[in-house]
């Protein structure tokens, strides 16, 4: 089965300008995740969508971070505007509901985004 | 989410078999230990979970205390390519609690020819 894929692998923007980051999960996975790593430190849990619905966005940075999984199938995290502090790798991930291998996070290669 | 405390790396040799520790002294009845683990370049992968007894799978496996304080994930016979930063996770599944996996530092494993 093809695994979950993110888009762009790389992205170099200029501090305040827009980048939108693609996530498309594993079919028929109804759980999606985001998860950064910045600055060298430990991967973070940013949100966690069920289909379309957000069931835990305690992760989220500030409300310049907007992430959506419209009709439930791929995921776009936005970032506006982009800071300094926001370079780093971001990792999606998506899983099961329900399954014996519901436990399973099935993550993306990441996209890895510079701020300059 | 109870914490979790292991080694910052170790190292083995090509064909030998690696024993991971992991500490969790707080976990709680309904947590579960996860083992991811990260190979340069690329995304956390599953490897590995259970909750009291002990787990076999193709890739690992997973050796859990009794009192369930510690584990210990086990390489059978380490290749050059299971060098990689491993993560011990602890993870609610009691209902209605949230997926989220929290990462810690993790053990970065090298492996000698």
């Known amino acids: 089965e093809a695994g979950v894929t993110q888009f762009p692998s790389h992205s170099v923007i200029e501090k305040g300008q827009t980048v939108t980051l693609r996530c498309d999960p594993i079919s028929g996975h109804d759980n999606l995740y985001w998860y950064r790593r910045v600055m060298g430190k430990e991967i973070k849990f940013l949100l966690h969508f069920v289909k379309e619905s957000k069931q835990d966005e305690s992760g989220m940075p500030n409300n310049r971070f907007l992430a959506e999984r419209t009709g439930g199938t791929y995921s776009t995290l936005k970032v506006q505007p982009a800071e300094l502090e926001d370079s780093g790798v971001y990792f999606c991930a998506s899983s099961l509901r329900r399954g014996r291998r519901y436990n399973e996070q099935f993550f993306g290669p990441g996209t890895r985004l510079t701020v300059l | 989410d109870a914490k979790t405390t292991q080694p910052n790396s170790m190292e083995s040799n090509e064909e030998e078999p690696v024993h991971l520790p992991c500490n969790h002294s707080t976990i709680s009845g309904t947590d579960y230990i996860h083992w991811y683990r990260q190979l340069p370049s690329q995304g956390p992968e599953y490897v590995i979970h259970?909750?009291?007894s002990n787990v076999n799978n193709r890739m690992a496996s997973l050796a859990i205390a009794e009192d369930r304080k510690s584990s210990t994930l086990i390489l059978h016979r380490a290749t050059l390519r299971d060098a990689a930063v491993y993560y011990c996770i602890l993870r609610d599944v009691n209902g209605g609690a949230t997926n989220k996996l929290i990462f810690g530092t993790g053990t970065l494993l090298a492996v000698q020819p």
């Open positions: 259970g909750l009291t």
